[in-house]
């Protein structure tokens, strides 16, 4: 019936997470002892060839990045695991920290191999504290074993050390170069690129940030020599995908789900579908930033393409599905408050247009707005995702530029709109 799988999740219940012992007997750190017989050159390729694609959000070709890291020049580089996850219906990372945190150790120090760097940091979110007394446990043991620290492994000049930073409880933070000011100890404020972070990141200092899932898949790829990843999917969607799915089902969570399978699957088989006979109204892909469709999705492959075409996207894996007791105005209006408020305020389009379209929404829902209200609401979106300084403001406005596509009678004022 479901069609899930275990590749990233393989070890998940399978060993006490707080135990480095029990992670070794399941075969734990033998992903990082291949590594080092590798050159990082040869590393990047493999992550390439399998087309990871990071999943944080951006999907951007994870074997590049390692690539063009490995390839900055500097005595001191940095890697930094961004486990901020923030976006609103996103709770897979979480998942990985909590049921698998040595692989997560065991990658980033593969990672820091990989690229050249020497300290690692992991970049927590203030919400997920209940986690930190796992990553500093796993973090100790790693060391007291000789898996961080100086000459790892016995190689002369191998040093990697990671630390762990708290945020403060900031959506934006979690922006590269705004998670880079925050472990900075400044505001976590996003800033314009260039220079780009692989080139000056934290402290100035060359750096590669990728998110806790796409660290994850690492150990599991290096050790497949069977080829189970890439033997799922097809394109350039390759592999698996843990999907957050959330909202209006029966089964909310974290499932692995191979590239490819049908949106109708995850939600009506893996979260079994909406509870107390409710119709579904619509689902939002990738978090708050991400767009919504409605029921014409169902039978789409879940795949970066399909979705794409289908007028969505992957972003960070969440699904979330709200039925007929929700109005699209009222899920936009609580989404928009959520926008406004986590909005830095630091650059104009993003700071007045979040605010106005929030002021907008409400006179929409009050029964005052005009045609010429919407008119400027959608002019409004699509100035801030040309003009906003970071990807908040480029993306705050995804879910309402769509539903005026998708649900056209939620703006019908005055005639059609
Ligand atoms: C407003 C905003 C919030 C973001 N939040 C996160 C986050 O919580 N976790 C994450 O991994 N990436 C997040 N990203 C994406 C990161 O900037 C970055 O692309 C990612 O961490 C890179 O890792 P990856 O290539 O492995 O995906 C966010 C981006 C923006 C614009
Ligand atoms: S787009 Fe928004 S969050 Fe990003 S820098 Fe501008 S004001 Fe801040």
Known sequence: MSSEVRFITKNFDKYDPMSIDAYLAIGGFSALKKAVLMDGEDIASLIGAAKVKGRGGAAYDMGRKWSQARAVPGDHKLTICNADEGEPCTFKDREIIRRDPFNLIEAMIIGGFTVRAQYGYIYLREEYRHLRDRLRNAIRQAEEHGFLGNDILGIPGFNFHIHLYSGAGAYVCGEGTALIRSIEGKAGRPRMKPPFIKVSGAFALPTCVNNVESFAIVPHLLLDSDGVYT??????????????????????GVYE????????????????GIPGGHALRLIQFGGASGKITDARILDVPYTYDDLK???????????????????????????????????????????????HQKLLLEKLARGEATREDVALMKKIGEIMERSSLCGLGETAQAALLSAMQIFPDTFAVGGTY
């Open 257 to 272: 789900i191979p590239f490819g399978t049908p949106v109708r699957e995850i939600i009506y088989d893996l979260a079994q």
């Open 309 to 355: 075409a289908a007028g969505v996207t992957v972003g960070s894996g969440a699904i979330l599905v709200i039925d007929d007791r929700t109005s699209v105005l009222d899920f936009l209006r609580m989404t928009q408050a959520f926008f406004s408020h986590e909005s830095c305020g630091q650059c104009t389009p993003c700071r007045e247009g979040n605010l």
């Open 231 to 252: 033997s799922h999917g097809s394109g350039e969607s390759i592999g698996t995908k843990l999907v957050s799915v959330g909202g209006n089902v029966r089964r909310p």
